[in-house]
């Protein structure tokens, strides 16, 4: 099953110098985007921190956050707009509860 059909190319990506990146998953509801741009945001910094220190597990624990994180929002992984609106925000809960539970 995919999404409406209607959907676009614009509503699916965003182009950045030249670069094209998938975005967020409209259907997720607000707070769930929102407690996984939390957890993208301090994985990201992790991977700053991580890196400063020649910290490799760190960096790579910092990583794995991320893209949790980014599975989550349906930025990674399978494409959005070809899965069913429950399965997508039932991932992104997922995401949600393995990020929580990293601490």
């Not at 910092?62 to 992984?77: F, I, N, P, S, T």
């Amino acid at each position: 099953m995919t999404i409406d059909d209607a959907t676009t190319d614009g509503e699916r990506w965003l182009v950045i110098d030249g670069r094209r990146w998938r975005r967020t998953d409209p259907a997720l509801p607000d707070d769930v985007q929102a407690a996984l741009r939390s957890h993208l945001g301090r994985g990201r910094g992790a991977v700053r921190a991580a890196k400063a220190a020649k910290d490799p597990r760190a960096e790579a624990a910092a990583r794995r956050r991320v893209d949790l994180a980014k599975h989550g929002l349906g930025e990674r992984g399978p494409r959005w707009w070809d899965e069913p609106e429950d399965d997508r925000i039932a991932r992104a809960n997922a995401a949600i509860r393995e990020l929580d539970a990293l601490g």
